[in-house]
């Protein structure tokens, strides 16, 4: 089975840097991601990391190690419109996702 | 171009009846999935449709789900004998070749459920 922790919630100033951590237990990985999801909203794809390092998409960059079983998101130059949960989801065996309980990230002026 | 749609946006049933919940995933996607979301936590698989492959259903949580797929485009998620704990939002997703390359599922904005 597959299994992910990261934290529940975080708070933050505007321009702040935020990280986000994801650890995982899974009986198979084929890569790690990061979505987005605003309240009442669906979520939104991020990043997807397969192979160990920094993926960097504008002011959000994810990182992966698959020795360690563990990812982060991290969040830079934090706007009031980052305020959202963001989940990590690790694929496996299936073509399907697990995904993590969700960080729910406060943005304040 | 349009994205997945989900109906309906709502539905409130009693226990006990059936529901059937619909997705239309974006043109060309072969692979499609569905997760439920209880409020306030993550996405839970359900089910996973790829091409004309066997289903994946090994998110179901009883035997009173139940999911199709028809002519590879829209689906229809049912739930029989509706109970309480039923109540949440069910996310439809799809994805281009639902290859391990990149898993980017693109979600439609949900049906929320809710079970009188």
């Known amino acids: 089975g597959q299994s992910l922790e990261q934290p529940s919630e975080v708070t933050a100033v505007e321009g702040a840097i935020v990280q986000i951590n994801c650890t995982y237990q899974t009986s198979g990985f084929y890569g790690l991601s990061w979505y987005q999801q605003h309240d009442g909203g669906a979520p939104t794809f991020l990043s997807y990391n397969a192979l160990d390092g920094l993926e960097e998409t504008g002011r959000f960059s994810s990182f992966l190690s698959r020795s360690d079983s563990y990812g982060y998101l991290l969040l830079q130059e934090l706007q009031m419109k980052d305020s959202a949960s963001y989940f990590c989801a690790v694929s496996g065996a299936g073509n399907k996702l697990t995904f993590g309980g969700g960080t729910r990230v406060l943005v304040k002026p | 171009g349009a994205g997945v749609s989900q109906s309906p946006s709502n539905k409130v049933t009693e226990k006990g009846k059936d529901v059937e919940l619909r997705c239309d995933p974006i043109?060309?996607?072969?692979?499609l999935y569905w997760y439920r979301q209880s409020l306030g936590q993550g996405l839970e698989f359900l089910i996973y449709f790829q091409g004309n492959s066997a289903p994946d259903k090994s998110g179901l949580p009883s035997d009173r789900f139940s999911a199709e797929r028809t002519g590879g485009s829209v689906s229809t998620l049912t739930i029989q004998r509706t109970q309480q704990e039923d109540s949440a939002v069910y996310l439809c997703?799809?994805?281009?070749?639902?290859?391990?390359?990149?898993?980017?599922?693109?979600f439609g904005p949900g049906t929320r459920l809710t079970v009188t």
């Open positions: 997703a799809s994805s281009l070749a639902g290859t391990r390359q990149t898993d980017e599922q693109y």
């Open positions: 043109s060309g996607h072969t692979a």
